[in-house]
């Protein structure tokens, strides 16, 4: 009973976790050093307007290599948010992703540029005030940016969410629900959330020839009843590009419309210092 759990199981590290937890206490201490000698990454990847057959923006994907070889970035969010480094993280790719969009707009582009926000981040009280922050860096409209955000990140604290995303959208900033449709109760809250788009995961796109071609068609009536625009995600093969147009999916992502790759090297004088990973509140 739980008298044997107490004595026996707790507290118990097999040598499996403690690798672990060594490999992790290792990778904290490489992203510290990373973050702070500004050796992170963003590659972008297009978002094409499907039924026009334009780019209009771009989803910034953390990219890190230390010596070791690439660590993917699931596991670099994951590291980040149990070592207390994850403000420090997401404000540095919210200022990244900041001064690229400046560049681009400087280059007479109109591209939004869309960034991953860590739930953690989102529910921290100072997010709303980063990314003004990184608006005013940078002088940008809200238009050019769009949040990606979870339902998780959304459900954990509804009403400040909603407070939170109607904030942002007064200064023209739009929010897209990630990985929409692998979550729990996506239905009921789309009608209640500000939201401006959600993506369809990839998992319904690659299962267009079978039963995701009715979750897609599904999802993208009630978006469009609601005023939201839709992305298909994890697009590979030109048919999967066909399916999703056909059935009226707004924007499309993936390898076949263009994987993700660096953006232009930050100009020298516009160049951003690397964020110190105490000061962002870590
Ligand atoms: P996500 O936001 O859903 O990003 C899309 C992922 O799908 C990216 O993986 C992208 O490289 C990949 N992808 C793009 N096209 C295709 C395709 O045609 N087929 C397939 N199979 N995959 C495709 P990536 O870059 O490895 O990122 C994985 C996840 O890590 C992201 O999923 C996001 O949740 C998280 N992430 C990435 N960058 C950041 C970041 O800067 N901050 C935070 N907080 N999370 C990030
Ligand atoms: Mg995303
Ligand atoms: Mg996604
Ligand atoms: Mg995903």
């Known amino acids: 009973g739980a008298k044997q759990a107490g004595g026996h199981h707790w507290g118990f590290y097999d040598e499996g976790t403690l690798q672990a ?117 940078h002088d940008l409209p809200g238009e050019a940016l769009v949040l990606e955000l979870t339902e998780g990140a959304l459900l954990s604290d509804f009403d400040s969410s909603v407070a939170d995303l109607q904030r942002l959208a ?48 599904a999802i993208t009536v009630l978006a469009h009843g609601l005023n939201i625009a839709v992305v298909a995600e994890g697009l590979e093969e030109p048919w999967q590009v066909e399916a999703v147009s056909a059935l009226g999916v707004d924007l499309g992502q993936g390898f076949v419309l263009g994987p993700p790759a660096p953006g232009h090297a930050p100009a020298r004088s516009g160049e951003q210092r690397p964020v110190p990973a105490q000061v962002s509140g870590a």
């Open 21 to 137: 937890a060594q490999r992790d206490t290792h990778l904290e201490a490489a992203l510290r050093g990373a973050l702070e000698r500004g050796e992170l990454e963003l590659h972008y990847q297009p978002l094409r307007d499907l039924q026009h057959n334009v780019t209009v923006g771009f989803e910034a994907l953390l990219r890190w290599q230390p010596p070791g070889g690439p660590v993917p970035p699931p596991e670099v969010v994951r590291v980040a948010e149990e070592r207390g480094l994850i403000m420090a993280l997401d404000v540095w790719v919210l200022r990244r992703a900041a001064a690229q969009v400046r560049r681009w707009r400087q280059d007479g582009h109109d591209w939004f540029v869309t960034v991953n926000v860590s739930a953690l981040h989102f529910a921290h009280g100072d997010f709303v005030s980063h990314v003004r922050a990184a608006l005013d860096e």
């Open 170 to 217: 007064a200064w023209g900033v739009r929010v897209a629900l990630d990985d929409f449709g692998t979550g729990y109760s996506s239905l009921n809250y789309l009608r209640r959330l500000p939201v401006h788009l959600v993506k369809i995961d990839k998992a319904f796109v690659l299962s267009m020839r079978e039963e995701g071609h009715a979750f897609v068609q």
